[in-house]
């Protein structure tokens, strides 16, 4: 599996992706610095980090109907007393699916009748105060970190929270047997 991490100017692009419904690891560590002149301020430290769920790598869709399965977790810490972020949560591998959905592998048996597309929504929820929680089936965003909350500091921007996949109560005798995955792509944008 691919693992892609791009920075393009203030952009960074994460791509999560789940074998069947796993999440690989993907960290954006501490801006990377050459030459540092401290002048009365600490330099500037942007940190985006999201740690899998190990849990969410290999599961039994059948036996996880009508449930919630972290994902995993996400972590940001800015120190830049200016910087904004925003996430965007797309379907597919490259964010150009319709909806999220776990798949049947192209190699199994598909019979007459039977269906091979099972939808899920994602929410992302954080218990930070003033924290914007988002959900649905379909690409959406949201406003990332919250200025206080980090040991009342008003000049550093924090968030934790978590990314969850809501599997809904379908009928698997309508679903052919066999192995399902998904794709969830994740972007940070500094604003």
């Not at 109907?65 to 972590?75: A, D, F, H």
């Not at 009928?171 to 994740?186: C, H, K």
């Amino acid at each position: 599996m691919k693992h892609t991490v791009k920075k393009v100017g203030q952009r960074a692009l994460l791509l999560f992706g789940l074998l069947s419904f796993g999440v690989s690891t993907l960290f954006a560590s501490p801006l990377s610095l050459t030459n540092i002149e401290v002048r009365g301020q600490m330099p500037v430290q942007e940190i985006f980090r999201v740690e899998q769920n190990q849990n969410a790598l290999n599961f039994n869709l059948a036996d996880s109907r009508n449930s919630i399965v972290q994902v995993g977790s996400y972590t940001l810490v800015s120190n830049n007393a200016i910087s904004q972020f925003r996430m965007a949560i797309r379907p597919g591998e490259f964010g150009d699916q319709d909806q999220f959905a776990f798949m049947l592998d192209q190699n199994e048996p598909l019979l007459d009748g039977q269906l091979s597309v099972i939808p899920f929504s994602v929410r992302v929820t954080s218990d930070i105060s003033r924290a914007v929680s988002i959900s649905g089936s379909q690409s959406m965003q949201k406003d990332l970190g919250v200025r206080g909350v980090y040991a009342n500091n008003e000049t550093i921007l924090y968030e934790t929270g978590e990314i969850l996949a809501e599997i809904p109560d379908f009928d698997p005798d309508l679903y052919a047997t066999g192995w399902y995955s998904a794709a969830i792509q994740l972007s940070i944008e500094v604003l």
